[in-house]
């Protein structure tokens, strides 16, 4: 693994530190050593020096030149080290010298060593030799006493001998300090790689959890500051952990709310760009993928594929372009604009075609806040769009409009007809004119069961409507009220010569249900069926047991219902054409309140149960209902 920054730091700082100690110390060594040579070198020849003086006691006086010149160089031929005797009278004259000729050489009584010999009984110092032509250390001891000093005894040695062997004492010093300071340079790596290996894995640990691997753990034992931060570490991973996990539950539960919402959903930032788009909006808008024959996974799929594209790719009604794209408005005034602080709303209307027919929208947009920068003053805002699907309440309305208006229609019909038949009886001679006088009472007449026909519809529609209206469930035996309903519709039977046949299976011949719901069921639909008959034709009603409900079916083989309209024949007061119900003499029939199929349907969903139509031209009529037992 390749070391980090903090090793080098770490580990150049304690080598530093080492060496920069470690040179210190060999430094006070070799100094120390240099010093102690020195001195002791000092103290040697001083020792000699002394030594000598002792041997030559009080004959110094008597001896002459040439003896002490002799004298000196036994001395330093006997010497185990490179040693200079040198003999000096009082007034400075060299008397004799182990290295040198005595008489050859000037007065002494200026060199310092010889100076504080005398003054003081012992002096050294370091100089060079003019003699010798080179670097000595003197050591020199007076003779006599200090009153009458009889001479100096001065002994020498050369400073190479001395540096040669401070030079070997400083070698071993400097490989000892190289052996160290290698020594100190791992000792420096392994601190560096012990310390910095758990800072290393908290790194590694932190860099993890960033890229969002919330596994990841720091373990670092002891109980120091790292051990301290893995600690803390750990807790803040397992915190996130937490804290992201809730945020994740809340998304996906946000994602299926959203998802799941009966509205569409579009959200779109300040570059017109698709931010959010639910499955309900994208089948909504009948985007391509999103259709009936779609599932949620696919429709989810899409949703995921139109995020971050532009509006115009996702959305092709140019209404709702519009409303989704950012503009810069003002903050508007009271005149019905926007107002500084309130929320910008607006509602636009669209139709969207679609292979089931066009769908109704309503269409609300308002700014939404997705950042901060949508707060900076002067900033386009992004928007939020919900689509509602109102065209089943659309239908509702225009449904109500039309029964009002046909109901208004239904009965001004039958009121005209009856006043302008009153007000011309009114002007009649009812005894000139009898049967002018009967054929407007026989219209009247007609006319007012018309309307008794027609409020009495109305009234059971209401009644079948209206969800107080409770009605008690019995046991009911079904061939007994079809047998009433044969005799109510006997006359109707029999004028158009239609032949009515009952098949009523034994294990549905009792059921329990609404008698006064199942009787308006079956009655309109067998009334229905013998009016779009042909005369001699035949209407039968079915009975059958099923696991769960019981099926009764009204079939005709009358003209049959186009395909294309099955959908509006349950709608109040609609008719398929005015001339296809005929009478028994073959002259088209009075139509009727168009209200018999919208009872049916009401009926059918009070009793909770369903409704069949099977029907086409040419072929007669089926319809059946299944109630739940």
Request: proline share 4%; glycine share 8%.
């Amino acid at each position: 693994m390749r070391s980090s920054r903090f090793f080098w730091k770490l580990f150049l700082a304690n080598a530093a530190l080492m060496g920069g100690a470690l040179v210190a110390a060999i430094g006070l060594i070799v100094f120390e050593v240099d010093r102690f040579y020195r001195v002791e070198t000092t103290r040697q020849l001083a020792a000699q020096a002394q030594t000598i003086r002792e041997l030559i006691g009080a004959s110094f006086e008597s001896l002459d030149a040439e003896r002490l010149g002799a004298l000196a160089r036994e001395i330093g031929d006997a010497a185990v080290a490179d040693l200079r005797v040198t003999f000096v009278a009082a007034d400075g004259k060299v008397l004799g010298d182990s290295r040198a000729a005595a008489a050859t050489m000037d007065s002494h009584a200026d060199r310092p060593e010889i100076i504080a010999a005398l003054r003081d009984g012992a002096g050294v110092s370091e100089r060079f030799s003019d003699t010798l032509k080179r670097q000595l250390t003197y050591a020199a001891v007076r003779i006599g006493d200090a009153q009458d000093p009889l001479g100096v005894v001065r002994v020498a040695r050369p400073e190479h001998t001395l540096a040669a062997n401070a030079a070997a004492t400083r070698r071993l010093v400097w490989t000892v300090g190289a052996i160290t300071l290698a020594a100190s340079l791992a000792l420096a790596w392994a601190l560096a790689r012990f310390w910095s290996a758990p800072l290393r894995r908290i790194t590694q640990t932190a860099r993890n959890l960033s890229r969002g691997d919330l596994d990841a753990r720091v373990d670092v034992g002891g109980v120091d500051e790292l051990a301290e931060l893995a600690h803390a570490l750990n807790q803040m991973r397992g915190q996130m952990q937490s804290q992201l996990g809730a945020l994740e539950r809340q998304r996906r539960r946000l994602d299926e709310l959203i998802r799941n919402l009966t509205e569409g959903v579009i959200v779109c930032d300040t570059q017109g760009r698709v931010v959010l788009l639910n499955p309900t909006a994208a089948r909504m808008l009948n985007l391509r993928g999103a259709g009936p024959g779609s599932n949620g996974a696919q429709a989810a799929e899409l949703c995921r594929r139109m995020v971050g594209k532009p509006v115009e790719h996702c959305v092709s009604q140019r209404e709702l372009q519009q409303l989704l794209a950012p503009d810069d408005r003002p903050a508007a005034s009271a005149d019905g604009g926007r107002r500084e602080g309130a929320p910008w709303v607006e509602e636009r209307r669209v139709t969207i075609p679609t292979q089931r027919g066009d769908v109704a929208l309503l269409a609300r947009v308002s700014d939404i806040e997705l950042s901060e920068h949508d707060r900076s003053p002067g900033a386009r805002s992004s928007r939020l769009m919900v689509l509602t699907d109102i065209t089943t309440l659309q239908r509702t309305i225009q449904m109500k409009t039309d029964f009002v208006a046909n109901a208004s229609h239904e009965l001004r019909t039958p009121l005209s007809a009856i006043r302008a038949a009153v007000e011309t009886l009114s002007q009649m001679p009812l005894s000139d004119e009898p049967d002018g006088a009967r054929r407007f009472l026989t219209m009247i007449d007609r006319h007012c069961g018309r309307l008794e026909e027609l409020l009495r519809d109305l009234l059971d529609l209401s009644r079948v409507e209206s969800t107080a209206d409770a009605f008690e469930t019995t046991r009911v035996h079904l061939p007994g009220l079809l047998e009433e309903l044969r005799t109510r519709f006997a006359a109707m039977l029999e004028s158009k010569g239609i032949e009515l046949r009952i098949d009523c299976a034994p294990p549905a011949r009792s059921l329990r249900v609404s008698a006064r719901l199942l009787a308006l069921t079956v009655g309109n639909l067998l009334e229905n069926a013998i009016k779009f008959s042909e005369p001699g034709g035949q209407v039968r009603i079915l009975s059958r047991r099923l696991p769960a409900a019981v099926s009764v079916a009204v079939e005709d083989d009358g003209c049959g219902i186009p395909a294309d309209e099955h959908d509006r024949i349950f709608e109040r007061f609609y008719q398929v054409k005015q001339t296809r119900a005929t009478s028994g003499d073959g002259a088209p029939a009075l139509r009727g309140s168009g209200l018999g199929l919208s009872i049916v349907k009401h009926a059918v969903v009070a009793m909770k149960g369903e409704l069949q139509l099977d029907s086409a031209p040419g072929r007669g009529t089926r319809v059946s209902f299944t109630i739940p037992q």
